[in-house]
């Protein structure tokens, strides 16, 4: 009985995972398309949300990471945050890739050694981490979910009254990703009260409310984000501080865990990943000859 529920949990991680890297795409396709439409809707007075909304990339982008998000649920119901959320961290080197080819851009050897490096220290991270769901005995305390929302909501709109340029998408990006980790944690706790009481004991419980709010707080901080410069500025620090969230999170709201032997060779390949991140980030900003035709009319 035991091995087929290993055998079974195996599965079931196996498939999450596989989820979890079509979630990875659309993100992907959804952060390179909003990123654009908010670039081409940001004037000297800020992000102009109205005409922001009425483009088709933007609505085709808010479509794509819905259908992403969905996903994402759906791959935390198959598989531990510690393993979904590190996942979606290929959806930088997609986004990177999409980049290159609308702008008609060869990759650098410095986006390939990056996204190498990120994908391999991923791979070997969750190989030797084995992130599993732990033993809940009772659900996080409703004070602990206000806590972590409040953390998200908090460094969102600190994050939002920086000025554009590096330092303020660097900011919005590092606290949308902060928040997103939250809140794939909270839908998570929400999950695991649905599976055990179903959806009057989930939508009694603050989680699943909790994760709706971080959720809308993420994507928001990330508009804000994509609004102030570079998607080489604003991508790299969302997807590398959401697990970097989420899986400490996971641990002490759901109780997940590491696989604590193997620690000498998880955390560097952690660190490679990261190191990976870092180099996409150093990709640059988009040259000005390819930049979206649309940008000369912000001014107008």
Not at 9 to 29: E, K, N, Q, Y
Not at 171 to 191: D, E, K, R
Request: charged letters at 10%; one cysteine or more; glycine letters at 10%.
């Amino acid at each position: 009985m035991l091995a087929e529920a290993r055998a079974a949990s195996d599965t079931g991680v196996g498939l999450g995972t596989l989820v979890a890297v079509l979630s990875a795409m659309l993100f992907a396709l959804g952060a390179v398309l909003q990123h654009e439409a908010a670039e081409s809707s940001t004037t000297a007075a800020g992000l102009n949300w109205r005409r922001m909304a009425t483009r088709p990339k933007w609505v085709i982008g808010q479509l794509s990471t819905i259908s992403g998000t969905g996903l994402q649920v759906a791959a935390l119901a198959l598989a531990p945050v510690a393993v979904v959320q590190p996942v979606l961290a290929v959806s930088l080197v997609v986004a990177l890739g999409i980049r290159a080819v609308r702008n008609r851009q060869a990759p650098l050897r410095l986006e390939l050694l990056g996204a190498a490096l990120t994908t391999g220290g991923l791979a070997v991270f969750l190989l030797a981490a084995k992130p599993a769901i732990g033993v809940q005995t009772h659900a996080p305390s409703s004070v602990a979910v206000i806590i972590a929302v409040a953390v998200s909501v908090l460094l969102v709109t600190v994050a939002t009254l920086l000025e554009h340029g590096a330092r303020g998408a660097l900011a919005c990006g590092s606290a949308a990703g902060i928040a997103a980790g939250i809140a794939a944690v909270l839908i998570s706790v929400g999950l695991h009260a649905l599976h055990e009481g179903g959806w009057v004991h989930a939508l009694a419980g603050i989680a699943l409310w909790g994760a709706l709010v971080t959720a809308v707080v993420a994507q928001l901080g990330g508009q804000q984000a994509y609004a102030r410069g570079s998607l080489s500025w604003s991508l790299p620090a969302l997807i590398l501080l959401d697990p970097v969230a989420a899986i400490p999170a996971a641990h002490l709201l759901l109780g997940e865990r590491l696989e604590h032997g193997h620690a000498q060779v998880w955390l560097p390949a952690a660190a490679v990943a990261a190191v990976g991140v870092v180099l996409l980030a150093r990709t640059g900003e988009r040259p000005p000859a390819a930049a979206d035709p649309e940008l000369r009319d912000v001014g107008r």
